[in-house]
């Protein structure tokens, strides 16, 4: 048997194969056999660890989420302005890079299936719980020190997230009226309407 770091090595890269061709070829095409194929491994192996193919995808999908708060945590955890922490989010987001529009692929997959599968609602409610709850507590940051506007936290990060949702899909459809920097000038434009005056 192989030692545990080895086994949580080869899990993570199982994981990251998975995101890869969902982001590719969408989640109702990947196959097991893509997925073992892009990891370098045998389908026997994604099966040791998975027994099927909507259990990788769940765990394809919590990986996706994890990595996405990792790559920010250092953004919500900042000592900075709570006004430049917001923009940095937002840039963060922007579907720029192999890596983040990967990542909003996967997400666009999770919603499209979440539809139909109540476990994947289930997680789609859990991740942005966690993501209201870090924007909303660096909006309360920013009201705190007088930056922000009053109001509700909540309500301002539902709305910063839910522009940002709705318009990177826009941008990975290849909009014509929604490109990256006229996404980026939306939302900070938010952000600059939430700066107390």
């Not at 890869?20 to 994604?46: C, F, Q, Y």
């Not at 099927?52 to 919500?76: C, G, L, M, T």
């Not at 579907?95 to 999770?110: F, H, I, K, N, S």
């Not at 997680?123 to 909006?139: C, H, K, Q, T």
Request: charged letters at 30%; aromatic letters at 8%; a negative charge.
């Amino acid at each position: 048997m192989p030692r545990p770091s080895v086994e949580v090595e080869r899990r993570e890269q199982i994981l990251r194969a998975a995101c890869e061709v969902i982001a590719e070829v969408g989640l109702r095409s990947m196959r097991i056999s893509d997925v073992a194929r892009r990891a370098g491994t045998s389908s026997g192996t994604v099966h040791y660890y998975f027994a099927s193919k909507r259990e990788v995808v769940h765990a394809a999908f919590e990986d996706n989420f994890q990595r996405s708060i990792d790559r920010r945590r250092p953004i919500f955890e900042g000592e900075d302005d709570p006004r430049a922490r917001l923009l940095a989010f937002v840039r963060s987001y922007l579907p720029v890079g192999e890596e983040t529009v990967r990542a909003w692929r996967v997400w666009m997959e999770l919603w499209s299936e979440a539809l139909r599968e109540p476990e994947l609602q289930d997680l789609n409610e859990r991740v942005y719980g966690e993501w209201r709850r870090f924007v909303a507590a660096v909006i309360r940051d920013g009201q705190t020190l007088g930056l922000l506007r009053e109001g509700d936290a909540v309500e301002y990060a539902n709305r910063l997230i839910g522009m940002i949702d709705g318009l990177a899909i826009q941008v990975l459809v290849g909009s014509r009226s929604m490109t990256v920097e006229r996404m980026s000038a939306v939302c900070e434009g938010f952000l600059a309407e939430l700066e107390q005056k």
